[in-house]
């Protein structure tokens, strides 16, 4: 039964339209005319790392970052683990029209094995911003079935706005990793990267947002939830200035 009422909270912050803009820290990425805004509670206790840039030179149509993440909150009543929420805010009206993600490493210290983890690309449902371009197609690591959802709708120029890392063979991300033994999905050492497209047309100001989930139960409902209500509660967002 709380299941669907949340749902249903969901899906009415959809027809309404409102939802909140991440409120903290505003990281510039170069000069590419993007920045990240990132909760500052996130960033002060190292639950994100402030991005690194790899490849960025002023004339360029794409910036290439780093990103860090470690996750260890617990498991919620509804067998969820609280996600991850990056937004990308366009500061230059001659920004960059793609954003890559070529190494990413992400921690579990929540003290259960993932067997799944989800990214969702946050946009506004009538003007989409961004979209994932699944001609690029990140490595799992342990996750090694990648796949492009479109289920819950289309970014910008009909791209996916879902990405979804399962292993079909059992097992997944373990708790508590030693050394360099993290998540590392879309890492250019695996010839993987994850690649958005955005609008050029969006307005400057206006942002979306990258949000990442981990999966650790593998109940139907919980997934769904996870792959539906998520993208719902998100989709069609407050535009913010």
């Known amino acids: 039964?709380?299941?669907?009422?949340?749902?249903?909270?969901?899906v009415s912050a959809v027809l309404f339209g409102y939802v909140p803009s991440v409120k903290g820290v505003v990281i510039p990425l170069d000069d590419s005319g993007w920045a990240m805004v990132v909760r500052s509670e996130l960033i002060d206790g190292g639950y994100v790392s402030t991005p690194s840039i790899f490849n960025f030179e002023p004339g360029d149509d794409e910036?290439?970052?780093?990103?860090?993440?470690?996750?260890?909150?617990?498991?919620?009543?509804?067998?969820?683990?609280?996600?991850?929420?990056?937004?990308?805010?366009?500061?230059s009206s001659d920004a960059v029209s793609t954003i890559v993600i070529e190494e990413e490493y992400i921690i579990n210290n929540t003290d259960i094995e993932w067997i799944a983890y989800d990214m969702f690309l946050m946009v506004n449902v009538l003007t989409p911003q961004a979209g994932f371009n699944p001609d690029f197609i990140p490595d799992g690591d342990q996750l090694e079935s990648v796949s492009f959802n479109e289920d819950f709708g289309y970014g910008y120029n009909g791209l996916p706005t879902e990405l979804n890392f399962v292993n079909t063979d059992g097992g997944g991300v373990p708790p508590e990793p030693v050394g360099d033994d993290v998540f590392q999905?879309?890492?250019?050492?695996?010839?993987?990267?994850?690649?958005?497209?955005?609008?050029?047309q969006m307005q400057v100001n206006d942002r979306f947002q990258l949000q990442e989930i981990p999966i650790a139960i593998p109940e139907p409902a919980t997934i769904f939830l996870l792959g539906g209500g998520y993208f719902l509660f998100f989709a069609a967002r407050k535009k913010s200035v």
């Open 63 to 91: 910036i290439v970052i780093g990103l860090g993440k470690t996750f260890q909150f617990p498991l919620d009543q509804e067998g969820l683990l609280r996600p991850i929420t990056i937004e990308f805010q366009k500061l």
């Open 185 to 200: 999905p879309g890492h250019w050492r695996f010839g993987g990267r994850i690649v958005i497209e955005v609008d050029p």
């Open 1 to 10: 039964m709380k299941r669907f009422l949340l749902l249903s909270i969901l």
